[in-house]
């Protein structure tokens, strides 16, 4: 599927800018809690000598650069320009999945061969809950609005938030296990399948895989070429 065919089948002009406002929207929430999400779980962290709660921290930053990714596409007003802009938001997106994972690996690595132990947080516990809460809806909104527009790299920042949902429940899991049983080998474990999950998701970025169409234009393809999004295999919104 060309982009041309993309945006023809995709939302009127009016309908795009009323998207196009509630991901800047988005956006500019998700940055605005993961810099506070940032500054609390680094300081947990270093207190309590947490690895795990560093990294969420860290995470965080690495989240705030995709976001800003995709205000940066957005805020331009035309439509073209943002189409133009697509690609190289799509590529800052995938690095940023790249850095995650391997930070995440390492950090997993070092955890494993025993490299410290982390002291019981209470605020790297109430953090984690948190952002539990809060991620997932911040990224379904955004990801129903980047589908219906047909842009690969909103719904690709919404997987970056939807991954930081799993590293919170990873991370609360993992800091609730250390504080009450003392198994500090469950959170590495998981932190190794989520930054499994990175790397695919970053993959599929710098591809340009993403929700291709609006879901309008969905049931004009067979089933056997289309993916959960309605586009067709390999895809991209990129010019």
Partial sequence: MTAEISIGTGPPPARREVLAKRIRLLVAATITYNVIEAVVAITAGKLASSTALIGFGLDSVIEVSSAAAVAWQFSAREHAVREAREKTTLRI??????????YVTVDAVRALTGTGEAERSILGIVIAALS???MPFLSAAQRKAGRELGSASAVADSKQT????YLSAVLL????LNATLGWSWADPIAALVIAAIALKEG???????GCC???????SLPASEADACGCRSGCGCST
């Fill in 203 to 209: 993959r599929d970025a710098w591809q340009g895989k």
């Fill in 132 to 134: 539990l809460a809060i």
């Fill in 162 to 165: 939807l991954l930081c949902t």
């Fill in 213 to 219: 169409a609006a879901p309008a234009a969905a049931g």
């Fill in 173 to 176: 899991i993992g800091l609730v």
């Fill in 93 to 102: 997106i995938a690095v940023s999945f790249f850095v995650l994972a391997a």
